[in-house]
């Protein structure tokens, strides 16, 4: 019994006395697999997501492509035409003269012949380094209501019995920004409802005229016209013919 009990005693201890050089290893091993695994995971997602990238522009070029094919009284989202334009749309925000949002969600609808317009006046202005930012696009009946409503003067809003060039997706409020994102001095701000944003009033700095004037005549080269007193508002040749329409876009 003492002999069995010594061997068990030497077998234990000489376990205890083994060195521990394998736990040192393998703990290095996994450590560095587990990094290149996590490694190859985020090469697989930004590849996948590239490769989404990619496919959303094929959507957005043959989107561009299928507006000879549309009737031409369609309503199309401009952002899913082009990543070119910028969107800070007013009247989805507080930030109006209503003081208050009179839209779901902001989209940026017109029809297809504005829309065309505006793609090509866009490219133009990006080869100086600008951009159109809008401010409102195509505007549904009952929203012309609804505004009218809370604000009913003629001098800042279109009756809603005649309706507004908006109400027929062929007018855009908008303006021009530069590389940075930075908004084109133009003398006042949008919706500044005064002289100083009439087109033919002059006591700005050179600068605003010369930005106003610049974005007048790429517009109008491109089929817009303006109205006397809104240096951001174009509507486009041959819309006020179109019906007055009460399309309601889908927010997600
Ligand atoms: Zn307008």
Known sequence: ?????????????????????????PTKTVAADSLSFVKKQQEKKAIALKKKEIQRLKI???????????????????????????????????????????YDCPKCYVRVPTAKALLKANSVFMKKGRRIKFFDCYRPHSVQKKMWKIFPNPHYL????????HNKGGAVDMTLVDKA??????????????????HAYTYLPDEALENRKYLRETMKKHGFWTIRTEWWHYNYRGASKNTLADFKWKCE
């Open 60 to 102: 957005q070029q043959s989107k561009r492509k299928a507006l000879d094919t549309l009737p031409l009284t369609t309503f199309v989202d401009l952002s899913e035409l082009s990543d070119h334009f910028v969107f800070d749309l007013k009247y989805a925000t507080q930030d109006n003269f209503l003081k208050q949002s009179v």
């Open 1 to 25: 019994m003492v002999i069995v009990f010594s061997v068990i005693t030497i077998s234990c201890k000489n376990k205890e006395k083994q060195p521990h050089t394998n736990n040192v290893t």
């Open 158 to 165: 279109a009756r809603p019995s005649k309706g507004s060039i």
């Open 181 to 198: 994102g930075n908004e084109l001095d133009m003398g006042t701000g949008f919706d500044h409802f005064g002289e100083e944003a009439h």
